[in-house]
């Protein structure tokens, strides 16, 4: 009889030591004793940390992109009340984390190019796939005049992730979602406002 793979095990351990600790910090011992799997079992199914972490990240980007298309694609909302959804939705899942965990795309983007070319590469094309999701309902909310037109969609797109982004940071410094309702406040009275009249 084959033997059960730990693959799976391995990947869901490494995306909660992860958060925990880092890419950096995140020792394949730390991995594996999570995973209840012996230290050998890593090496059988990864070729390396590197390659392990390029894996967990894509299997959170995939998670992310979920909730994306769950706020996005919502037909029954006004494209620009999408992407409010969608920073509410994140929001509240930040909250009942205890504003204790942000981003682990945002986490990689702090800690790896410096340490990897392969993570540094896959994350600039997670971002991009990312900023076109949302680039696309920014122009609809732009063609129904809900979101002025003074910025490009993909603009306005790199716009919210970064600062986005930069809000979660300040979020898991501050403990409190302070930072990120003060990003929505900010943001839809400004850029993601209509078209003055």
């Given at each position: ?66 909730l994306v298309h769950e ?127």
């Amino acid at each position: 009889m084959a033997k059960q793979s730990l693959k799976e095990p391995i990947l869901q351990a490494g995306l909660r030591v992860m958060f925990r600790k880092g890419y950096v910090g995140a020792g394949v011992r730390d991995i594996t004793v999570e995973a209840g799997a012996p230290l050998g079992s890593f090496s059988n199914h990864f070729t390396s940390k590197e390659a392990f972490a390029a894996e967990v990240l894509d299997r959170y980007f995939d998670y992310v992109k979920g909730l994306v298309h769950e706020a996005l694609d919502d037909a029954s909302l006004p494209p620009r009340d999408r992407l409010r959804r969608y920073l509410d939705l994140i929001t509240d899942k930040l909250a009942a984390d205890g504003c204790t965990r942000g981003c682990l795309i945002g986490d990689f983007s702090l800690e790896a190019p410096g340490h990897s070319e392969l993570l540094r590469e896959r994350l600039a094309a997670i971002f991009i796939e990312w900023r076109d999701l949302f680039a696309r309902c920014i122009a609809d909310a732009q063609a129904a005049g809900e979101i002025a037109t003074t910025f490009a969609p993909e603009e306005l797109a790199e716009f919210l992730l970064a600062s986005w982004q930069g809000a979660i940071l300040r979020m898991k410094v501050e403990r409190s979602t302070a930072a990120l309702e003060r990003f929505k406040r900010v943001a839809f009275a400004t850029l993601f406002a209509g078209e003055p009249t």
